[in-house]
T-cell receptor, first 115, second 110 residues
Framework: EPEVTQTPSHQVTQMGQEVILRCVPI?????FYWYRQILGQKVEFLVS????????KSEIFDDQFSVERPDGSNFTLKIRSTKLEDSAMYFC?????????????FGQGTRLTVV | GQQLNQSPQSMFIQEGEDVSMNCTSS?????WLWYKQDPGEGPVLLIA?????ELTSNGRLTAQFGITRKDSFLNISASIPSDVGIYFC??????????FGTGTSLTVIP
């Protein structure tokens, strides 16, 4: 069964360092998302991406964040200069098509720990 | 952003009991989805609902899309220990993000 895969599963980084979180969405999906979840809290929207551009972003997704789809399969989230409060689980999700079934499938997540 | 409120926030039930949880929104959605999340894992899709009034089952799970399009509920019948986890509702409008509820934590006591 197709699935969304994320790497790494766990990343520890020093405050101020750049991190890149990687995702391979389901191959025939067109919409891609990043969400984050601080331990014990709800799942928060960061950004959605369609047709090679950001379609929506939240106030969390500030200038320190960027997304890219560098080739036909990968979808990355970059945090330029990490802060302690960026520590969270980051989930990638993909969804097939506008107007079609709206089932978003999530990856297993990357646990980011900023020290 | 849109607020989705789930209730109850947590539930402690005996194995074999039925469970009911719901989700309400201040705005309408075209799609309601229910996810289950195990500790340290990503949300796993359980049920998707596409029409107001729709009632859909997936094994012991049954979910309904409210008539007003602003609410949904999820029932789990005859709970078992592996039902333990956090259940999230999510609402979607075409072309928009998926808005997540606050979650219901379920504990099943054997």
């Amino acid at each position: 069964e197709p699935e969304v895969t994320q790497t790494p599963s766990h990343q520890v980084t020093q405050m101020g360092q750049e991190v890149i979180l990687r995702c391979v969405p389901i191959s025939n999906h067109l919409y891609f998302y990043w969400y984050r979840q601080i331990l014990g809290q709800k799942v928060e929207f960061l950004v959605s991406f369609y047709n090679n551009e950001i379609s929506e972003k939240s106030e969390i997704f500030d200038d320190q964040f960027s997304v890219e789809r560098p080739d036909g399969s990968n979808f990355t989230l970059k945090i330029r200069s990490t802060k302690l409060e960026d520590s969270a689980m980051y989930f990638c999700a993909s969804h097939r098509a506008r107007g079609g079934t709206a089932e978003a499938f999530f990856g297993q997540g990357t646990r980011l720990t900023v020290v | 952003g849109q607020q989705l409120n789930q209730s109850p926030q947590s539930m402690f039930i005996q194995e074999g009991e039925d469970v009911s949880m719901n989700c309400t929104s201040s705005s309408i959605f075209n799609t309601w989805l229910w996810y289950k999340q195990d500790p340290g894992e990503g949300p796993v899709l359980l049920i998707a609902l596409y029409k107001a009034g729709e009632l859909t089952s997936n094994g012991r799970l049954t979910a309904q899309f409210g008539i007003t399009r602003k609410d949904s509920f999820l029932n789990i019948s005859a709970s078992i220990p592996s039902d333990v986890g956090i259940y999230f509702c999510a609402g979607h409008l075409t072309g928009n993000q998926f808005y997540f509820g606050t979650g219901t934590s379920l504990t099943v006591i054997p």
